[in-house]
RNA sequence: UGCCCGAUGGUGUAAUUGGCAACACGUCUGACUCUGAAUCAGAAGAGUCCAGGUUCGACCCCUGGUCGGGCAACCA
């Protein structure tokens, strides 16, 4: 049915990309025609609860969610808990805010591999009375020696052909703990001259004698992950395991697996997909890991970091994160995306949705010569002209008031809109100002005050507002300003390939020394008193921030998400 | 010297039983603008890794190459 309304939209002709369907549905509508499974469709995501969930593993989420619900099917959410050396309670959590976050609905169906350990203990002696698996005591190297190369066969172990009886004598011997770590493993019996490696008798118990987060000290002996894979698949109904390239070799092996315990025409199919990359960034666990621990960032959730943590932190929603990965599509091909979609990504979502509100990051003073001290008018401002729902505010304006620091020129260049000696600009939402003089700082020959003028009659709405003036300012009254720590994230790492380095070193050689930058005592207009951690604004000419988590009311800290598209500096620069 | 996978503008992804390559991001113009944003209009940019073959016709099918990626954890 799904394949119909495909074919119906790409017929109108307009060569919509959201109407076309990538391989993984090109496979479920073959399948689906064919009645496989009984037109089911049923996905998965499998996270290993030994880090935090980054924006890959988002893709693969909103792939595998996007599917069941595009087919009318069901997603699970099942942690691939199998190696309780690795694994721990807090990333378990972590992951959980995370999925839930995205908005991938696992309903009641939240799994645990380890749930599963009982079953799978019983199928491996089936396994085992079937001749197709054997437990060899040999050590880790020894096996490896044993296990050839790409382009050399494997040899067979000495204990390859121990009879059933002693195979499953050894096996519940495992399973009881008399052997430590390391003694004994139990393996399939395949063909250790096979061409693809993972066939040559790959391990399917190892034992390990360490407590587990969930099974506590039940077990000593453990799955590997071919062998409880496909399995849990299979305990699920899973129709479609969807998964990473790496795992391609592994398929066979995955389906070996199930046809030992196969016995209707019932099958999950493992499908792979081409892993994201996003350029100036780093995506591995291994590496996130090493930046959190060695302490390059301040957590799994610093901004800098492409967690999903990390990114709510930033200030990015689950709907950006949507519209990235529909933009990034799905295919086999090895991919380096630009980081500038993403941020495209955040931008498009957040100018619907953020209100627009006026901030200062390096103010400077503005004295408006002519306006009355101790005068406040209130001014009227549209909280978002993208929203029309969104409403209005009242800002205070003052005779001081402050404005950016780069809005201000002595001398400046020929496109410059903005402020400098005899120029007219508009302080949005308030007054055409003049500016007629300024004051420099003797040692420094910064700016230390402009002094202004402005024309009364020029108030926005009045008809003297209606007059040109190229320039528009964003401003704050210096006396109802509220401060603010404003911190300005910029990517983590200098090139865009960070793996790209010199002889001897590594990818965080290439870290970026300015992606943070902190800034003090931020003039904000008042209303912002009253943000919350989280609350996402646009700060007018600047960019999207969002309270962070630390933030509180005698204190308040914002992000930086993404600054606005800003065709000025491109310009000025070149 | 094995097995598996891939190759389409700068970057991604599309092209539905083969019918002279589309969309998005980015880039560049211009319009509009009380955000140098957004929006709108437009432009440049690939002839589909290479060589053969099949065909009236090939990004698509076949053969052989080339290049890139993955596979030798008691990890997932």
Same mark, same amino acid.
């Given at each position: ?334 991919? *380096? ?57 009242? *800002? ?179």
């Amino acid at each position: 049915m799904a394949y119909e309304e495909n074919k119906a939209g790409l017929n109108d002709g307009k060569g919509d990309a959201g109407a076309s369907i990538n391989f993984i549905e090109a496979i479920i509508n073959e399948e689906l025609k064919q009645g496989k499974n009984g037109g089911r469709v049923h996905t998965r995501f499998p996270p290993e609860p030994n880090g935090y969930l980054h924006i890959g593993h988002a893709k693969s989420i909103l792939l595998n969610y996007g599917i069941a619900q595009k087919y009318n099917g069901k997603f699970n959410l099942r942690f691939d808990d199998t190696n309780p050396t690795r694994e721990e309670q807090e990333y378990v959590d972590s992951i959980l805010d995370d999925v839930k976050w995205l908005g991938a609905d696992w309903e009641d169906r939240l799994f645990f591999a380890s749930d599963y350990f009982d079953q799978l203990y019983l199928w491996a002696e089936e396994i085992i009375k079937n001749g197709k698996a054997y437990v060899d005591d040999q050590s880790s190297e020894e096996i490896a020696a044993q296990k050839g190369t790409p382009v050399k066969p494997g040899d067979e172990s000495p204990y390859r052909n121990r009879s059933v009886e002693e195979n499953l004598d050894l096996f519940r011997r495992m399973k009881a703990g008399e052997f430590k770590n390391g003694e004994k493993v139990l393996r399939a019996k395949i063909d250790m001259a096979h061409p693809n490696m993972h066939l040559r008798d790959p391990l399917m118990y190892r034992i390990i004698h360490a407590h587990h987060h969930r099974t506590g000290d039940k077990w000593c002996i453990y799955p590997m992950y071919d062998w409880a894979h496909g399995e849990s698949d299979f305990l699920e109904g899973i129709t479609h395991s969807i998964c990473t390239l790496e795992f391609e070799v592994h398929r066979p092996l995955y389906n070996w697996f199930v046809d030992q315990i196969q016995t209707t025409d019932y099958r999950p199919r493992q499908i792979e997909f081409a892993r994201l990359n996003i350029t100036y960034t780093v995506m591995s666990k291994r590496r996130l890991l090493e930046l959190v621990s060695e302490k390059y960032v301040q957590g799994w959730d610093d901004p800098r970091m492409p967690t999903i943590s990390g990114l709510r932190r930033r200030g990015y929603t689950p709907e950006a994160l949507k519209l990235f990965a529909e933009k990034v599509g799905v295919a086999k091909r090895d991919n *380096v995306i630009d980081v500038a979609l993403l941020e495209h990504s955040i931008r498009e979502d957040l100018n619907k949705k953020a209100a627009r509100v006026m901030a200062v990051l390096d103010p400077v003073k503005v004295i408006i010569q002519n306006f009355p001290a101790n005068h406040i008018d209130m001014v009227t401002l549209e909280n978002n002209p993208e929203d029309q729902d969104a409403g209005s505010r009242e *800002v205070p304006f003052t005779r001081e008031v402050y404005i950016e620091r780069d809005d201000f020129m002595v001398e400046p260049p020929k496109k410059f809109f903005r402020m400098a000696p005899g120029n007219e600009v508009r302080l949005k939402g308030a007054y055409i100002v003049k500016c007629v003089d300024f004051k420099l700082d003797e040692q420094t020959g910064e700016v230390v005050e402009i002094y202004c003028t402005y024309d009364p009659d020029s108030r926005s709405g009045m008809e003297g507002s209606q007059r040109k003036v190229k320039g528009t300012l964003h401003w704050v009254s210096a006396s109802e300003a509220v401060n603010a720590t404003i911190r300005l994230f910029d990517r983590l790492f200098k090139t865009e390939d960070p793996s790209d380095v010199a002889e001897g070193e590594d990818y965080k050689s290439n870290l970026n020394p300015d992606s943070l930058k902190v800034l003090e005592n931020c003039k904000l207009e008042p209303g912002l008193r009253e943000a919350k951690p989280g609350d996402k604004f646009q700060f007018q000419r600047l960019g999207y921030f969002c309270v962070d988590k630390e933030s509180q009311a005698d204190n308040l800290i914002f992000n930086r998400t993404v600054p606005l598209r800003d065709s000025w500096t491109k310009q000025s620069k070149s």
